[in-house]
């Protein structure tokens, strides 16, 4: 069913929820193809929809089908996905417009997830992590094209921070630049995925879905367009230790290097990597965090809601 949007489609779900007003939360399915193995990443998707809705929201998982840009899949549609895995082509902004005139399936990043979910009038995104500033961009020029998304589309993406495949600090520097306001939810620290710690704080620690709402509703009413990263830490009884995980992550990236891997390919490939090298403790806890994140996201999508509402 299509929406006032030539290109979208949303689902029945998805359009009901919009009608009464409920709180909906974004979700993208990059992670369900590139980020997660098959089955595991079937079960996270549909676990991840299933607490979103536990805390009394509407998933929306967002994606390319056919070449219409789809917020709400079905189960089948997750499986499909999930079961092609990386056969399926990774769209991020860019993407996109080849993507529907070929009509080919694509799954979508957090940048071109913030792009649909603004297009069908969802405000709450949850994921697991951003992409950013690799570490060698001073030399490769390699930044996401997630960050230049946050800086326009007016989407409020809740993320555990993000991995230190990434240089941190320099992701920071460039979201300031950018005008993107990083939130710390209970924390004044950037957490760093697998670590609630990274040694870099962030702008604003606010300790309620209701505070992050309020900002969200301040920012957008007054016409200051982009998003905002709210950064979750990941819970403590899910989190990796530092130095273990550190190793992990300079062997995979010395293996990306080793192989010339660049582009597209590079996040991916890396995640993949540390997902075996880590004998899968970074999947389990790459799955744990974003569940909190989910739980997180809903709940500021119902304080928006209630203050939109008043
Ligand atoms: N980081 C993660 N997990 C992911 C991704 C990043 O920890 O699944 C995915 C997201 O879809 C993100 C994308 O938007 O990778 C970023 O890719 P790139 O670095 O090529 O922009
Ligand atoms: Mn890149």
Do not use: C
Not at 54 to 77: M, Q
Not at 150 to 167: E, R
């Amino acid at each position: 069913m299509t929406d006032s949007h030539p290109y979208l489609d949303l689902s029945e779900d998805i359009l009901a929820a919009r009608n009464d007003r409920k709180p909906i939360v974004a979700l993208e399915s990059t992670i369900i193809s590139h980020g997660m193995p098959y089955p595991k990443n079937v079960e996270t998707a549909l676990e991840v929809e299933a607490t979103v809705r536990k805390h009394g929201g509407v998933p929306a998982t967002i994606a390319i089908l056919n070449g219409r840009l789809k917020a709400g899949l079905s189960v089948e549609e997750i499986e499909q996905l999930g079961r092609a895995g990386t056969a399926i082509t990774k769209v991020s902004r860019r993407d996109i417009p080849f993507v529907v005139a070929r009509r080919h399936h694509g799954a979508t990043t957090v940048a071109a997830t913030m792009f649909i979910a603004h297009k069908a009038g969802i405000k709450v995104f949850g994921t697991g992590g951003i992409g950013g500033v690799h570490r060698d961009a001073p030399t490769t020029m390699d930044i996401s094209a997630d960050l230049p998304e946050l800086a326009q589309t007016d989407v409020a993406v809740v993320s555990a921070g993000a991995k230190s495949i990434l240089d941190l600090s320099l992701t920071l520097e460039y979201l300031e630049t950018h005008g993107v306001p990083v939130i710390g939810y209970r924390t004044s620290e950037f957490p760093a995925f697998f670590t609630r710690q990274s040694g870099l704080e962030v702008n604003y620690r606010l300790d309620s879905p209701d505070a992050i709402a309020a900002a969200m509703r301040a920012k957008w009413e007054m016409g200051l367009s982009g998003g905002l990263l709210v950064a979750n830490p990941i819970p403590e009884a899910a989190a990796l230790d530092k130095k273990w995980i550190d190793v992990v992550i300079d062997q995979a990236i010395s293996e990306a290097a080793g192989r010339g891997i660049t582009g597209k390919e590079i996040t991916p490939f890396l995640l993949s990597r540390i997902e075996h090298l880590s004998k899968g403790k970074s999947l389990e806890a790459n799955i744990q965090l974003v569940l909190n994140n989910v739980v997180l996201a809903t709940k500021i999508a119902k304080a928006y809601q209630q203050l939109l509402a008043e």
